[in-house]
């Protein structure tokens, strides 16, 4: 029963493709091998070099397979316009391995062909006709059949290219599975499990190549490979990738493949033939075949269907750099990453690859390279340092790509054979303060360490920094330094010997730039640089005697101070300024008008202890947290508009200022101002401890007055004495409590210990109703707790 016999057997092979099977997209049934070479001119490739074939080009083809292999195929080369076109009947040539003199096909690929596609019919009789007409009669469906299968052939290269590159370090270095896995993910567009990284070093391999269909992903920025190797849009609906279930683009069209196929060779499959896809993968110089269902040689026997390459002009790579950092060529591990390389590193059609470097004197060298998928680019296919006159200015990835040479892309590499440093500005630098130099002019990627020499010998590593492609910046430790000859030592890579840069220590000069002082004031502000070699500074009949320098962007400032301010009232001159090593020097000096001046005059508080709390009175001067202080101001000559009362806390960053303009400075006369303030509203957590007031009036300011300090209190909330040696006090935010006694000198004080944050305190009972308190926030003074007096 012949026929029910072939309808099963084509249900078998339908269920056998359906997507719901994990073998869907297996491929993994070895078919036969080939050797396909292609000549093009006096060039020739192994197939696996060629990522597009030219209408001249011929290809030769041999079928590896045993002479007296009973099951023989006819390998078929047919040649295709497009979807809708038939292609001529002299567009298909067959070979018969068996043969001694048919074993072989030499053809020429045909002007006009834009496809090409591979089938082994099995030797039946009247086979080549058969699949001939069975191709001219549908040739959309091979045309879709050959695209589909090239693409997916280089998808399943990159998977196997991945597959390979685990097993390979799993067996070799399987320490180095976590660190290279997500590299070779990277770059061959593989989804990588990273839970898998997390298991058992021996189960690591098997995890992240399991569920292989899955991992592929879409490369070249969304476009299939085919476009990327035509430059010519595929009209192919690769409909399951495009789809929710397909990933929407996301994966690869290799995951829907044999369900699409299935589809398209079943609509016209005979009693006699069945088509079965298969991949074309590169294996050296051969071609191996690999299927997804195990083929027949009863009716309906299999012709297997495999791709070529696509027929058209070949685009360039795209490739990026995938660091913006430079690469120093002198290193031994150097390693130029690239971006969107998948084709790179799972094909041969890149091969003769040089990197062309070019120096600073225009000189050109090629430098070979070799592709390291392990590491994601491309490193220099030689130990040690390249022999490259000079220092690198560009460096160009160029080769062949097939059999059309290609250029591009740029590369940010560095190295300088002869680094030549130059410090900037100069070779001099300062000693007695920690200095920042440049250097310029050498290749900051190469650069493995710095250190300064001293004169006695001692070597300091220092730190650096690459501020240009060709400068970097460090910090010279001179501050104990003497001044005298100074060696930076500077290593590179690839150089065998590091660069000595001789410096010459120098105490720097002192720069004056001149003198400020209020009228009325003692102390004065000299601004230069190097200071600290000023010992006193004469001026306006006061000897004003050198203080603390501080340093800045701009300079030095230093504080002179007299013991009794100078007569005038303003004016300007000249001052004399003695240096430590005796020298006088000139200064422009200038007297200013009086600065404001203000005086606290009055304050009251207002507090509202909580309720049911015990009260504690509090001196004058002390404010509690949360109360509205308000206080008044005398200004000397008069309250301007534009008068600005600044408000600080001592030890913190929290200042504000309050204007008359803002309604929260109120002039009561000419020369009286009001204000309330809440200091926990106005400075927030700053308010705490003792807080400060000054004038700001035209840009210059009046001295700081103590305005008041503000404590944290504790809400107590009663004593007990039960006992007649002991009490105890609770409450809340006892913590800012630091010592608690029956009297003023707290002779007998219990003392808290740091970070206390218990609600009852024990201590002896008072004499009196009366204990005393001191608080964090007011550590020299003592606040009043007064008790209910005995029920």
């Not at 430098?367 to 390291?372: A, E, F, G, I, Q």
């Not at 600290?532 to 004469?538: W, Y």
């Not at 007031?693 to 504790?714: C, F, N």
């Amino acid at each position: 029963m012949p026929r029910p016999s072939a309808r099963l057997l084509a249900l078998a092979l339908l269920f056998s493709m359906a997507p719901a099977r994990a073998q869907q997209n297996g491929f993994d049934l070895a078919g036969p091998g080939l050797s396909i070479a292609v000549r093009r001119g006096p060039a020739q490739l192994p197939l696996a070099a060629v990522p597009s074939l030219h209408g001249g080009d011929r290809l030769i083809v041999r079928a590896d397979m045993p002479a007296d292999n009973a099951g023989r195929y006819l390998v078929i080369v047919a040649f295709l316009r497009g979807a809708t076109a038939p292609p001529p009947k002299d567009w298909f040539f067959h070979a018969e391995p068996w043969r001694n003199k048919k074993n072989v096909l030499d053809i020429a690929v045909p002007e006009g062909a834009e496809q090409a596609v591979l089938l082994l019919a099995p030797d039946a009789g009247g086979g080549f006709d058969a699949v001939r007409e069975a191709v001219r009669g549908r040739p959309g469906i091979f045309v879709r059949a050959a695209q589909d299968l090239y693409q997916a052939s280089l998808d399943r290269a990159r998977l196997d290219t991945f597959v390979n590159g685990i097993a390979r370090i799993s067996d070799t270095e399987p320490e180095r599975l976590a660190t290279v896995a997500p590299v070779l993910a990277q770059s061959l567009r593989i989804k990588l499990n990273g839970e898998c990284l997390l298991r058992q070093r021996a189960l690591q391999a098997a995890c992240l190549t399991q569920n292989r269909d899955s991992l592929l992903l879409q490369a070249q920025r969304g476009a299939t490979f085919a476009e990327t190797l035509t430059g010519t849009p595929v009209d192919l609906a690769y409909r399951v990738a495009a789809t929710r279930e397909g990933g929407a683009g996301y994966y690869s069209p290799y995951i829907g493949l044999a369900r699409d196929l299935a589809r398209l060779f079943g609509a016209f499959r005979s009693a006699q033939y069945q088509y079965v896809p298969a991949l074309a993968l590169a294996d050296g110089g051969r071609v191996r075949l690999q299927l997804n269902t195990a083929p027949s040689f009863q009716n309906p026997r299999s012709v297997l269907v495999a791709p070529l390459p696509p027929i058209g002009t070949a685009v360039p790579p795209a490739w990026q750099p995938a660091a913006a950092k430079p690469v120093c060529l002198g290193r031994n591990d150097a390693v130029m990453p690239l971006d969107d390389a998948s084709l790179l590193f799972s094909t041969d059609y890149a091969h003769d690859l040089t990197l062309r470097v070019t120096s600073a004197d225009a000189t050109v060298t090629d430098l070979p390279v070799v592709r390291d998928v392990e590491r994601g680019g491309i490193r220099l296919a030689m130990d040690g340092a390249p022999a490259i006159p000079g220092r690198v200015t560009g460096a160009v990835l160029r080769g062949r790509w097939g059999f059309d040479p290609f250029v591009g892309p740029r590369l940010p590499v560095q190295f300088d054979a002869q680094p030549r440093w130059t410090p900037q500005p100069n070779d001099a630098v300062v000693v007695g303060r920690d200095s920042s130099l440049v250097l310029r002019g050498g290749a900051p990627a190469c650069v493995t360490h710095i250190a300064l020499r001293t004169r006695d010998g001692t070597e300091r590593t220092l730190a650096w920094k690459a501020i240009s492609a060709e400068a970097i910046e460090t910090t010279l430790p001179l501050a104990r330094v003497s001044p005298g000859p100074l060696e930076l030592i500077v290593g590179h890579h690839g150089v065998p010997r590091p660069t000595t840069i001789t410096l010459t220590g120098r105490v720097e000069a002192s720069r004056l730039d001149g003198f400020t002082i209020h009228a009325g004031d003692r102390t004065g502000l000299l601004t230069g640089s190097r200071l600290d070699q000023v010992t006193s500074l004469d001026f306006g009949g006061r000897r004003f005697a050198a203080g603390a320098v501080t340093r800045g962007d701009d300079g030095d400032r230093l504080e002179m101070t007299a013991d009794a301010a100078p007569g005038a009232s303003s004016g300007a001159g000249e001052a004399k300024v003695r240096m430590r090593d005796g020298r006088v020097a000139t200064v422009a000096a200038t007297l200013t008008p009086h600065r404001p001046r203000l005086t606290v005059i009055g304050r009251s508080v207002e507090y509202a202890p909580p309720a049911g709390s015990l009260p504690i009175v509090l001196p004058d001067g002390l404010a509690p947290a949360g109360a509205t202080l308000t206080f008044s101001l005398r200004v000397e000559g008069g309250v301007a508009p534009d008068d600005q009362v600044e408000i600080a806390a001592v030890d913190g960053d929290g200042a504000a200022r309050l204007t008359v303009a803002s309604g929260r400075l109120q002039r009561v006369g000419a020369d009286i101002a009001v204000a309330s303030i809440a200091p926990a509203a106005l400075l927030g957590p700053a308010a705490t401890g003792a807080l400060r007031i000054r004038l700001w009036r035209g840009g210059t300011a009046s001295d700081w007055q103590p305005l008041t300090r503000v404590v944290r209190l504790p809400s107590l909330r009663g004593i007990d004495c039960a006992g007649t040696q002991e009490c105890t006090l609770s409450g809340r935010d006892l913590f800012v409590i630091a010592a608690i006694g029956d009297t003023a000198d707290l002779a007998r004080a219990v003392t808290l210990p740091a970070g206390f944050v218990g609600t009852s305190i024990t201590l002896p009972a008072p004499t009196d109703r009366t204990i005393f308190l001191r608080l964090h926030d007011a550590p020299d003074t003592t606040v009043r707790v007064d008790l209910p007096a005995k029920g």
